[in-house]
Nanobody, 127 residues
Framework: QLQLVESGGGLVQPGGSLRLSCTASGFTLDKYITGWFRQAPGKEREGVSCISASDGSTYYADSMEGRFTISRDNVKNTVYLQMSSLKPEDTAVYYC????????????????????WGQGTLVTVSS
């Protein structure tokens, strides 16, 4: 059974950091583009960051550039999202997804059907 499990969310103060994990079972993440997405209350789902399979190329949405870092641990079959300098507007449910056909889906996740999304992990940035 192919499965992705997100973890690592929680409550953090503005300016704080969190590391999210996306662990796969049933397939190996290092063969595919993997992405992190988020959906804030009342807003559409948006792409956060993606990492390629081949050369480790990455994509970051403009508002996350410089604050978030995506990485992979092939031994653990896990992709991470290190988030720093968190802001209240980063509050959202964060989802990971793989495999992605190409990086364009990182920019426009609305093209993906609703059923592909898992439960996600909630990140709340608040004092």
């Amino acid at each position: 059974q192919l499965q992705l499990v997100e973890s690592g969310g929680g409550l953090v103060q503005p300016g704080g950091s969190l590391r999210l994990s996306c662990t796969a079972s049933g397939f190996t993440l290092d063969k595919y583009i993997t992405g992190w997405f988020r959906q804030a209350p009342g807003k559409e789902r948006e792409g956060v960051s993606c990492i390629s399979a081949s050369d480790g190329s990455t994509y970051y949405a403009d508002s996350m550039e410089g604050r978030f870092t995506i990485s992979r641990d092939n031994v653990k079959n896990t992709v991470y999202l290190q988030m720093s300098s968190l802001k209240p507007e980063d509050t959202a449910v964060y989802y990971c997804l793989a495999p992605l056909l190409d990086f364009s889906l990182c920019v426009s996740p609305s093209r993906l059907p609703e059923e592909v999304w898992g439960q996600g992990t909630l990140v709340t940035v608040s004092s």
